[in-house]
């Protein structure tokens, strides 16, 4: 796998850490990571095996973090901003790194700078690139970069006439932050019209819905890009792709992710050197020239078709389950690439990955992303791990000695493989030996990867 790194001299408008804040390879760090998904128990399992790491604190953490050696949950909500640089402080923490979206987009960046504290991130002004699809849209137009054909309202009678101009099939995004489940691909101008009225006047997603972007419904296939980005420097992570439905074949509602897989085919070197030439270093070029220089991990969703990629959307932080298999492949030092990144130095990092297939498939509640029940209790997770798979924590919580469902996405079971067929097998071997009432997953994860080895 090639691994590209562009790099761009340092100005006024990138007034990132310098070099006399990183910490010494030899020292013994305390690592704050803030959050309690799957992503962040990857994170934090990652973390901890740095030769770099003494302590590894999650906020608030789950019950998969709370069981890890070296590792202590902190009781503390990861929109908690003020209290999180309190106890940033109050322990010594050397660097932080913020798992999802919503700090983010909160400041939560911004805040710890202004305390002196060392953490990885954008700030919240960068961070509108997730936290506002229409500041997303309009910026990558501005900047000429590669995406959808598409429109913005706040108002229904004016959407809904968009709508009938355009037809469907068509793609209706809340404009702000809805875990993964504020957009709806219609197949029909009805099923767009309801979207639409749903989110501007029946509150489908709170304020996140208040606007909406329409766009183009876009031919081809989606993947994951996620880069480490500082000082207008890049470094891609391997390739990935995700499946967003609920259900087999693609098909159901939208979900924060069903499973994922590394690498993904359909990213071939050539198609690799074309996404960051002609849309991440646009994008981080872009971000600096405009005032708001991003430092985090930038995460670029991906539509690809005959070699060519367009934006779907852009996250700010690593994406969740992806973070889970590219994490079980990497076998560089991650706490040595946040500081780099921090200090302008990632040209000088050489990624080394496995060269294995990773695999993850999500074990959700029975209903969601609708309502669903929490408590049940969970078994065979040690089954599982004790064959060749990684079981990463979710929507859990202890009671007692027993780990119990907390949320809608539970657990995250990776396999390894030397083909992605025999990843997949692996995962799902690990997956059938856990239980707990109402459980589901899909049965296909990284179907389209699987059938081009056949």
Not at 193 to 207: F, P, R, V, W, Y
Not at 293 to 304: E, R, V
Request: aromatic share 6%.
């Amino acid at each position: 796998y090639i691994v590209t790194v562009y790099f761009r001299s340092v100005d006024a408008l990138n007034p990132i850490s310098t070099n006399n804040n990183i910490p010494h390879k030899s020292s013994q760090m305390k690592v704050l990571i803030i959050g309690n998904g799957g992503r962040e128990h990857a994170l934090a399992w990652k973390v901890s095996s740095s030769p770099r790491v003494k302590q590894v604190f999650v906020a608030p953490g789950n019950a998969g973090t709370a069981l890890l050696g070296g590792i202590e949950n902190v009781d503390i909500a990861a929109t908690d901003i003020e209290t999180l640089c309190v106890f940033a402080a109050d322990h010594a923490v050397d660097l932080t790194i913020v798992g999802p979206e919503v700090p983010l987009v909160n400041g939560i960046v911004d805040h710890f700078e202004s305390k002196g504290l060392k953490i990885f991130g954008p700030r919240a002004a960068a961070a509108q690139l997730e936290g506002s699809k229409s500041f997303c849209k309009d910026f990558l137009a501005r900047h000429s970069i590669p995406t959808a054909a598409f429109q913005s309202f706040d108002q229904l009678d004016q959407a809904l006439d968009y709508l009938h101009s355009v037809g469907a099939p068509i793609v209706i995004k809340a404009d702000g932050l809805a875990a993964g489940k504020g957009v709806v691909v219609a197949m029909s101008v009805a099923e767009a019209e309801k979207a639409i009225t749903d989110m501007l006047s029946g509150n489908a997603h709170g304020e996140a819905g208040h606007r909406v972007v329409i766009e183009e419904f876009m031919q081809g296939e989606e993947a994951s890009f996620i880069c480490l980005v500082g000082q207008q420097q890049v470094v891609a992570f391997a390739s990935s792709q995700d499946h967003k439905a609920r259900d087999e074949g693609d098909r159901g509602p939208n979900t924060g992710g069903m499973g994922a897989y590394s690498p993904a085919p359909v990213i071939d070197d050539a198609v690799h050197q074309h996404i960051l030439a002609d849309i991440i270093q646009p994008t981080v070029d872009g971000l600096a020239s405009d005032g708001t220089p991003f430092t985090g991990f930038l995460y670029a969703g991906l539509m690809i078709e005959n070699g060519r990629a367009r934006v779907v959307e852009y996250n700010v932080r690593m994406g969740d389950p992806e973070t889970q298999p590219l994490l079980m492949r990497l076998q560089s030092d991650l706490v040595d690439l946040c500081l780099a990144a921090l200090d302008g130095t990632l040209d000088k990092q050489q990624l080394q990955w496995s060269s294995q297939y990773a695999v993850g498939v999500v074990l959700a509640a029975g209903g969601y992303p609708g309502a669903y029940s929490t408590g049940s209790e969970i078994s065979g997770i040690d089954e599982a791990a004790a064959g060749d798979c990684q079981v990463f924590h979710a929507g859990t919580r202890l009671e007692d000695d027993a780990v119990v469902t907390a949320g809608g996405r539970v657990l995250c079971v990776v396999g390894m493989g030397d083909s992605c067929g025999a990843a997949q097998q692996a995962a799902y071997q690990g997956v059938d030996k856990i239980s707990w009432d109402k459980v589901y997953c899909r049965r296909d994860i990284a179907y389209r990867a699987v059938e081009r080895e056949t």
